[in-house]
């Protein structure tokens, strides 16, 4: 099975723009999309709306968002720490925040990358094109969260 990305972004503005962006740097790994931190957690854990898929096929890099609704960004990435099977997935906290204590609590509980939204188009391009590079292409996964083993 092809690595995937998991986008948890509730803005659609913000998830087309990055579709695009994966699109327009020729990354042809899929993105599975969800829109708030609850089915986030639904989709990683394989319950809920995502009661059908395969949870042991964990995304190869999380691109999350801060400022969810339901659950935010630093709620979803306590649960994923705080689980043996989503541990070690890598977490891109990808936001708009400027604010030092979201930058501070993101690391403090593990994320793996903190990268705040460019506001221009070419820039956000840029930005995500460089972040799908590197966790697609040449990150190196632990075992237990290699898709498909």
Partial sequence: MKPFVL???DNPDDEMLTLLAFQESRLANPVEVVRDGVEAIEFLEGSGQHAERDATYLPAVVLLDLN???KNGLQVLQWMRGREETRLVPVVMLTTSCQERDLLESYRLGV???VRKPVDFGQFQ???AHLGMY???LNQLPPATTPGT
């Fill in 112 to 114: 793996n990358s903190y």
């Fill in 68 to 70: 969810l609704p339901r």
């Fill in 7 to 9: 986008l948890v972004e």
């Fill in 126 to 128: 840029q930005a995500i």
């Fill in 135 to 137: 966790w697609l292409m």
